[in-house]
């Protein structure tokens, strides 16, 4: 009878440890699922206003842009936000243009940051980056685990800086090939990425890697699908995205239509033009979470979940 009791307390004893064990389980699981439904955090996303004074060419109503800045940084606004980024073509082609539009962008509150599309050349380079108060025509920034990458994508190109003329050389070599291959993407309105800043960037990934986190990268022209809007030298800069094993998603504008694809690991995301349509805007808050990032579009711009590795 005594073995039995005995028996009976240590299967007792063993039974209310497997319950603690399992409760505990139970709790991390309820923790880490908590976590994966609670994004770290948030930034505020807008695509080719592109403003101008100028008539209406086309579908590009380059007056509206003012408003809809002005609704985008309202909606902003009512968000906590860490950052909020443009993907270039904040103008269309005056420098007049920068005093209207940027203040507007200006009235989101927290970091600011800019991409430089292929419009914003009324003046050379270094004067726009003053103007937009850019540390550099590409860089890169930090946040909770997570880096985020700004390319120029009109660094070899006949606009950007015309009086580097070794630049310039480059570039007409560059496009004269494209054209000669027969490349969809040999277009004057696009450009590609120098070999200096092509090795930065590899540099910049190889660091993130090192730190452990995750990379998102800026730029204003396409990379994938394969499109008339691409980046000339495309291929290279998607074998280095893909090579580094860290890089979640590309984010562009240029193609107001916009885009969508995913390769090897990547999701390459093309966001609708801001200056499209008289009335309908475009624009986008973007929520980090552990495991994917939420796109919540405003205006023609889809809601999309891109999950990390894995195709949307």
């Known amino acids: 009878m005594k073995t039995y009791k005995n028996m009976l307390r240590t299967g007792t004893?063993?039974?209310a440890a497997l319950s603690l064990m399992i409760g505990v389980m139970s709790s991390q699981q309820a923790a880490w699922a908590a976590s994966e439904n609670k994004a770290t955090f948030a930034f505020g996303l807008v695509a080719d206003a592109q403003y101008c004074e100028c008539d209406t060419n086309g579908t590009r109503n380059y007056?509206?842009?003012?408003?809809?800045?002005?609704e985008a940084a309202a909606t902003f606004n009512k968000h906590d936000l860490a950052f909020t980024i443009q993907l270039g073509d904040i103008i269309d082609r005056d420098k007049s243009s920068f005093s209207k539009i940027v203040?507007?962008?200006n009235q989101i509150k927290g970091p600011r940051y800019h991409v430089l599309g292929n419009h914003d050349f009324p003046v050379p380079v270094d004067e726009v980056v003053r103007i937009?108060?850019?540390?550099?025509?590409?860089?890169?920034?930090?946040?909770d685990?997570?880096?985020?990458?700004?390319?120029?994508t009109n660094d070899l190109s006949s606009y950007e800086d015309p009086t580097n003329a070794d630049k310039k050389e480059t570039a007409e070599s560059y496009l004269e090939v494209l054209k000669w291959s027969g490349a969809m993407n040999a277009q004057t309105w696009n450009g590609g990425v120098s070999s200096e800043q092509m090795t930065w960037l590899q540099n910049v990934l190889a660091q993130a890697k090192q730190a452990n986190e995750k990379v998102v990268v800026f730029g204003h022209m396409a990379l994938y699908p394969k499109n008339e809007h691409n980046v000339w030298n495309d291929e290279a800069l998607l074998k280095t995205l893909e090579s580094a094993g860290n890089v979640v998603a590309y984010f562009n504008g240029h193609n107001h239509a916009g885009n969508y694809g995913f390769k090897n690991g990547v999701h390459y995301l093309n966001f609708q033009g801001m200056v499209e349509t008289p009335d309908s805007n475009s624009y986008s808050i973007v929520k980090v979470y552990?495991?994917?990032?939420?796109?919540?579009g405003y205006g023609r711009e889809k809601d999309r979940t891109l999950k990390i590795g894995k195709e949307k």
């Not at 937009?132 to 946040?143: A, G, I, Q, T, V």
């Not at 685990?145 to 120029?152: E, L, P």
């Open 13 to 15: 004893a063993a039974f």
């Open 63 to 70: 007056r509206a842009s003012l408003d809809k800045m002005k």
């Open 103 to 105: 203040p507007l962008y």
């Open 132 to 143: 937009l108060e850019m540390p550099r025509p590409y860089y890169d920034f930090s946040k």
């Open 145 to 152: 685990g997570w880096r985020f990458v700004v390319i120029d």
């Open 290 to 296: 552990p495991d994917r990032l939420e796109i919540d």
